[in-house]
């Protein structure tokens, strides 16, 4: 350790002030007879100072850093430990703690300190030798009640080896073990002695398993740097720099919980924990060590999985294996990703400055939940499961992670994405595309189970989307389980690792697809992506869409899962009185592994509903489209809006800050906001201004606003983004209505159950409760709110405002009813015996057109009821209810098409759902 200047000396706490410490200039601190050291502040001059303000203020700190340390400054002696010996670590840290007021370092060991005390204080004083040894500096540095600063390992050194030079793949050994030393002052004093892991990551470019270049055999590999690498390093990236706290670590408890181990055994315990903890810290910001793709299409078609399938696909189609090889690796070289840390980072500038902050408002995260997944991160790969309502989501989670030091994934997309020149870049960002269709394609789901595999093996985030493609109606899609399977598949063989599926819901206050989406529910074609849809973002530049909200669900284990699985199917075989029976490691049946897959993308569908944000444009427009009427006035808006955001708090929704204020009070300025944004996208129109003509002596009135016609398809997209909330209390008002406002409540419960299966594949439900229980608790919610009223077993529509209010969620779901008469209307032709069957774009073309003749005559009141998502869904019902039968592209007679009870007593109970006040 070399001498440092004198500093002014700090209180028993060892907490000074916040602020930059600034230590008089003195003499020499006396020597005592035993010549002691004394520890002292490194202090830099003012020269010196602003090269640190310069550098080191653009450090991100983790968020935890600063109250653990001075959490455990308050409880013990605070020791800062950091991986590999570096100079620049120890002034970062100085430059940090000083800034922040936390303990000072005044030891640290075999840093060179004499190459900056020349710019220092006391430069006189400057010794070239150690004064006293490190263990003696060490003990009298914390006896003082003083913090320190210790390198547990040196960079790996040059060293001859006959004719050859060459470095190690890890760090040297220090000469004196000071972790040891620690030991044994631990076990002589009772205040604890209280470790805190420091990771400063000065690039985010990961180690390589690559061949050592002679970069690294000069400068030291990625994963150990030396200290001309790490140097070269913070020049390049000193304004992307991280500094990651590690778990502290109590080495008075560890000896307690160790009393059998000696002073050395329990050094190497606490050496590797530490070391563990500051890998952990890095992994969670660099990732896995870097495989290029060729590397990882060769192991794969190396592995004896991919082999064997390999053999069985020439086998089976009579063609010579060498054939079949060049097949599967043409189709790998297709599938894997190629992330490049530098595509990573010109996507993160460019999305930084061009996209979130000039089309959107800036991008609102849930701080909570992100630190949730931190904490997960640090177990093990995440399966990351955002809802997928734009092509922006494929790069708001990515750029996102990589903002918040957290290690981008590799995304599950669609080969349609893979055109040029996007695809490319995307695949370079950490994009895997995957073929759309895997019909008669045996060989390829095989490839693509490996390489999910291969890559959790790895170590690698995965990002999939779980409705399949995107929704342009603003709803959930229901989930699609291919992917979902395979992770699940490849989980079950790696019980090892602990994998969490995190639940994400993205937000957007206007969507830069409207446009396309509207033609497609109209009916229109779906547009390929092309360079011309690229060109396109140049208008998209020029326009304004809110802002964009990224919330977590609540995060899932997988061994939770599974033993949740495993627990369900023992209570089923005993509810059976059947033996219950171990199948493989996992417990689970090839049926009930079916099964656990299903309940994982519910249990992600629900999540992502309830942890969906609502937004200033997705409260406005569900207010607007409540109101039956032509147009709304604004106070009108004003309390409709106020009355749904009650509701929404009472069913614990996530409210977004701009619609409430810091007292939790409905904002009416919000409204204003999200009309300017539909105003300005033509969703909206004033028709009256609310000024009045002075000159005729008309007073000022309130302005009224309209939905034209031809704009609600656009609109309600944004009321489907929060319509899950309401739609339990929604299914029963629309019951309650058609039954003219009082039931029964066992016939009301039998009613809202047939209709809540009619509408299976529009909404997702509760995955953690059954109907009865979903169904008690809206009632009784809607009951606290007087919306009804129960009288024995009666249940009434309540009165004045808040009965109102049971109208207001019927209309909600009256496009949904309407659309589903129309469908049931479409396959007459099939009911009635004139066709044998038909094509289904031959009968949703005819199902449009039908529904446009019945819009412009009356007989559907809502535009948005005649739409493509809404028609797909009801011939599905039809199916589910033996109406028709649905295979492949043709729609055949189901077995109840002539069953007149069946068809009629539907059609009996739609019409009955649409005729309400």
Excluded at 438 to 456: C, E, H, N, T
């Amino acid at each position: 350790m070399s001498q440092l200047p004198p500093s002014a000396a700090v209180g028993p706490s060892n907490v000074p002030p916040r602020g930059p410490v600034e230590e008089p200039a003195g003499s020499p601190p006396a020597r005592t007879s035993e010549d002691r050291y004394r520890p002292v502040v490194y202090q830099p001059s003012s020269a010196w100072r602003s090269l640190y303000e310069r550098f080191f203020a653009h450090i991100k700190l983790d968020e935890r850093w600063e109250p653990t340390v001075r959490q455990q400054a308050e409880r013990g002696l605070v020791v800062y430990v950091a991986r590999s010996l570096s100079f620049l670590d120890f002034l970062a840290l100085d430059f940090l703690t000083k800034k922040h007021g936390l303990p000072l370092v005044r030891f640290t060991n075999d840093v060179g300190m004499f190459v900056a005390e020349p710019f220092g204080r006391g430069s006189r004083r400057m010794r070239l030798q150690k004064q006293i040894p490190d263990d003696r500096a060490l003990i009298d540095t914390l006896q003082g009640e003083h913090s320190a600063l210790l390198f547990l390992r040196r960079p790996p050194r040059l060293q001859g080896n006959g004719r050859l030079f060459a470095r190690s793949t890890k760090g040297d050994d220090m000469e004196v073990d000071l972790i040891r030393t620690l030991v044994e002052l631990q076990r002589k004093t009772s205040k604890p002695i209280v470790l805190v892991p420091q990771t400063f990551v000065w690039t985010k470019r990961p180690a390589s398993t690559q061949r050592r270049s002679a970069i690294d055999l000069i400068f030291g590999p990625a994963e150990w740097p030396g200290r001309i690498r790490v140097f070269l390093q913070f020049l390049a990236n000193y304004k992307n720099s991280l500094l990651r706290s590690g778990e502290p670590f109590d080495v008075r408890a560890f000896l307690d919980e160790h009393q059998d181990m000696t002073d050395a055994q329990a050094a190497d315990a606490i050496r590797y924990a530490l070391l563990r903890r500051m890998e952990r810290e890095r992994s969670l910001v660099l990732g896995p060590a870097k495989k290029t793709s060729t590397r990882i299409v060769d192991e794969l078609m190396r592995s004896p999985r991919v082999r064997k399938h390999l053999d069985h696909a020439a086998k089976e189609a009579k063609r010579e294996v060498v054939e079949i090889e060049r097949e599967a690796r043409r189709d790998l070289d297709k599938l894997c990703a190629a992330p490049d840390t530098n595509v990573v980072h010109f996507f993160h500038r460019f999305l930084d400055t061009v996209v979130w902050n000039r089309i959107y408002d800036g991008m609102v995260v849930d701080r909570e939940g992100l630190e949730r997944v931190r904490e997960a991160a640090r177990k093990g790969p995440l399966v990351l499961l955002p809802s997928h309502k734009s092509h922006v989501d494929y790069l708001v989670v990515s750029d996102l992670l990589y903002r918040e030091g957290l290690a981008p994934p590799l995304i599950a997309a669609g080969d349609n994405l893979s055109f040029f020149p996007l695809g490319p870049f995307l695949r370079r960002s950490g994009a895997f595309f995957i073929k759309r269709s895997f019909k008669g394609k045996k060989l390829y789901p095989q490839l693509v189970d490996a390489y999910v595999r291969k890559i959790l093996v790895e170590g690698w985030n995965v990002e999939l989307f779980v409705e399949g493609g995107r929704s342009r109606t603003g709803k959930l899609l229901p989930p699609k389980l291919g992917i979902l399977s395979m992770i699940v598949d490849a989980a079950l063989q790696l019980r090892d690792r602990e994998i969490t599926f995190v639940p994400i819901s993205i937000g957007y206050e206007r969507i830069i697809e409207e446009k396309s989406y509207v033609h497609e529910q109209s009916g229109g074609e779906k547009q390929p992506e092309s360079i011309g849809g690229l060109l396109a973002t140049g208008r998209v530049l020029r326009s304004k869409y809110g802002r964009l909200y990224l919330q977590f669900g609540e995060t899932m284990s997988f061994r939770g899962l599974v033993d949740e699985a495993v627990a369900l199917a023992g209570k089923n075989d005993r509810a059976r009185g059947a033996p219950s029976v171990q199948n493989g490691e996992s417990g689970l049946s090839p049926p009930q592994r079916r099964a656990l897959v299903q309940r994982i993308a519910h249990r992600v569908t629900y999540e992502i509903n309830r942890a969906t944000v609502v937004t200033p444009a997705a409260l406005c427009a569900t207010a607007l489209m409540a109101h039956r009427r032509r147009g709304i006035t604004h106070d009108q808006l004003v309390r409709q809006a106020r009355t749904m955001v009650a509701t929404l708090e009472r069913l614990a929704a996530r409210i977004a800050k701009p619609v409430i204020d810091d007292e939790g009070r409905f904002r009416p300025e919000t409204l204003s906001e999200a009309l300017r944004l539909f105003e300005d996208a033509k969703l909206v129109v004033t028709v009256d201004d609310g000024k009045g003509d002075p000159k005729r002596g008309e007073p000022p009135d309130e302005p009224i606003y309209q939905i034209p016609e031809e704009r609600r398809i656009a609109l309600e997209y944004h009321k489907n983004t929060i319509l899950h909330f309401f739609v339990p209390s929604a299914l029963i008002s629309s019951a309650l209505l058609a039954m003219n406002g009082e039931a029964e409540l066992e016939t009301l419960r039998d009613r809202v159950r047939r209709v809540s299966r009619l509408f299976k594949l529009e909404f997702m439900y509760r995955a953690d409760a059954e109907f009865d229980e979903i169904f008690d608790d809206a009632l009784g919610s809607m009951r606290a709110a007087g919306e009804v009223e129960i009288v024995g077993s009666m249940v009434r529509r309540g009165g004045g405002a808040s009965g109102a209010q049971v109208a207001r969620y019927a209309e909600m779901l009256r496009s949904y009813f309407e659309s589903y008469r129309l469908a049931l209307l479409s396959v007459r032709a099939l009911r009635n015996g004139e066709v044998a069957s038909l094509g289904k774009k031959e009968w949703l073309k005819n199902a449009l057109a039908l529904g446009q003749r019945r819009y412009l005559s009356g007989q559907i009141t809502l535009r948005e009821s005649v739409a493509r998502p809404k028609l797909e869904n009801a011939l599905a019902a039809l199916h589910d209810h033996q109406l028709v039968r649905v295979e492949g592209d043709h729609i055949k007679p189901g077995a109840l098409i002539d069953d007149g009870t069946t068809y009629v007593d539907l059609d009996r109970v739609l019409i009955e759902h649409l005729v309400i006040d």
